[in-house]
């Protein structure tokens, strides 16, 4: 990220990164209210992801070992994510699924699943040709999506085979007549029918659908990545279009609210201590009495099945950071709301009344480092107000490049350098103390002449055009 960055110019950044790497795991959190109580009573679920292997190109992915360190830190399960991670996919990605499955050219993928299923089809041609009709033998010990691949192949490959799940790990095989195969197929009791190997194969993309048409409120923190990570995994292919992207986020989830956004503006006006994570935020209020005058706030619960939460932190676990971004908007919305008003706030205020006082940083969702301070999901972005740029007109040093003049400053402060001209840089910088500094240190330096950049004056375009 770069503080140059327009929003358009960081979308396409990170559109390569999520399109080389998939999400591990995604955590969702819900409340019932109970309103007479002011009580908030939460299920957190949290799940395990891997890309789904049905009938398609088989998906590759990056590893990151930084990230892969800092999981097993927080003692990530990566077993559990490789065996039983649920599968996923997009329109797009279904569409092809749906192709091959009418055209009949399904074809496993995994060298691993083709093992298995070469080891059942050799179990059933053997004992095929010397079984009578109606006789029945079971194949055991198939694992996740093998149920329904082992039927798939058997049928494909033998017109005289029907086969039905038995259990959770079992495929029941039946020689049957080829009529009586074609009275099977066109019942309601087929398990291999499309639309039921779509739904398995479309797996958490279910529940996304189903997100996405109840038009609850969407809470994340600093969720830029996570939008972009949903709309790629399971909806559509992120398009190139920073715009479309945009649209098609507003359209899914019609109100979002990014709780990093709500925390600086609640840290601006002073209404608790600047701290930078999640979790700190979510101490620090629970921990300090920040309405004395005002009524308490909303009591959270965890709902008996999830109170693993309520009993051990679990950071940077999905499931727990859900939770942990519910929680801490309902606690600044309700004290903006105490703030907002000399009126005396209600006993029980109502979650609607959170949403009016939260209505200006709906769909604004925060944007690290870059020309804007948010991205506005149903709007004009709003433009970031940096301290002013700098230049660095460079004389007797011939050949600097861009890396070595911040190599050059990086002992003093942090900037972003991009190139101006031939013998000039431009510095930016989110802290006014630096650029004093700077302006200050390098007023008599030998090779660099640091100023103030005005666009009238530096700018190659202006220049150009003044000659």
């Known amino acids: 990220p770069s503080l140059f960055d327009s ?12 399109q080389r790497f998939t999400p591990v795991q995604l955590g969702k959190c819900s409340s019932d209210t109970e309103v007479v109580l002011l009580r908030y009573v939460v299920h957190s679920y949290n799940f395990f992801l891997f890309p789904s292997t049905l009938g398609i190109r088989d998906t590759e992915f990056t590893l990151s070992a930084s990230s892969i360190k800092f999981l097993s830190h927080y003692g990530f399960d990566f077993n559990k994510f490789l065996k039983d991670g649920i599968p996923y996919m997009n329109e797009v990605q279904e569409k092809i699924l749906r192709q091959h499955l009418l055209a009949g050219t399904w074809k496993v993928c995994s060298s691993a699943d083709r093992d298995v299923l070469k080891k059942a089809i050799d179990e059933v041609t053997s004992w095929i040709t010397a079984a009578k009709e109606e006789e029945t033998m079971i194949l055991q010990d198939l694992n996740g999506y093998h149920m329904l691949e082992v039927q798939l192949v058997l049928r494909q490959a033998l017109k005289n085979v029907w086969t039905e799940p038995v259990g959770d790990k079992k495929v029941m095989v039946k020689k049957v007549s080829p ?29 996304f659908l189903i997100l996405v048409k109840a038009k609850k409120p ?3 923190h600093n969720m830029l990545m996570d939008l972009m990570h949903l709309h790629d995994k399971f909806y559509r292919p992120l398009p190139e279009s920073y715009e479309e992207f945009k649209r098609n986020i ?26 930078s994570s999640l979790l700190e935020v979510y101490a620090v209020l629970c921990s300090s009495n920040l309405n004395p005058k005002g009524p308490p706030c909303p009591v ?45 706030v209600e006993a029980e205020p109502s979650f609607s009344q959170y949403l009016t006082v939260l209505a200006e940083h709906v769909d604004k969702v925060n944007f690290i480092r870059g020309g804007v301070s948010s991205i506005n999901f149903s709007g004009e972005d709003a433009p970031c107000r940096h301290p002013p740029a700098l230049v660095v007109h460079v004389r007797g040093w011939p050949g600097l490049t861009e ?20 013998n000039q840089f431009i510095l930016l910088s989110n802290k006014y103390k630096q650029v004093k500094l700077v302006l200050r240190d390098y007023r008599h330096h030998p090779h660099l002449q640091v100023s103030v950049y005005r666009h009238w004056r530096h700018s190659p375009s202006v220049n150009c055009l003044l000659q």
């Not at 929003?7 to 999520?18: I, L, T």
Request: with cysteine.
């Open 7 to 18: 929003p358009a110019e960081r979308y396409v950044k990170a559109r390569q990164s999520v």
């Open 179 to 207: 009529q009586r195969r074609q009275l099977l197929e066109n019942s309601s009791y087929d398990h291999c029918q499309e639309k039921l190997i779509l739904l398995s194969a479309r797996g958490f993309t279910n529940l």
């Open 218 to 220: 969407l809470v994340g």
């Open 250 to 275: 507003h359209n899914l989830f019609p109100v979002i609210i990014d709780t990093k956004t709500v925390i600086k503006s609640v840290q601006k006006k002073g209404l608790f201590p600047r701290v």
């Open 300 to 344: 959270i619960a965890l709902a008996s099945g999830c109170s693993r939460y309520a009993e051990k932190k679990s950071p940077h676990e999905a499931g727990y950071d859900a939770f942990l971004c519910g929680s801490v908007l309902l606690m600044s919305a309700h004290l903006l709301l105490c703030r907002s008003t000399d009126d005396a």
């Open 403 to 422: 890396r070595q003049i911040y190599q050059e400053f990086k002992a003093r402060c942090r900037f972003d350098v991009r190139r101006l001209s031939k």
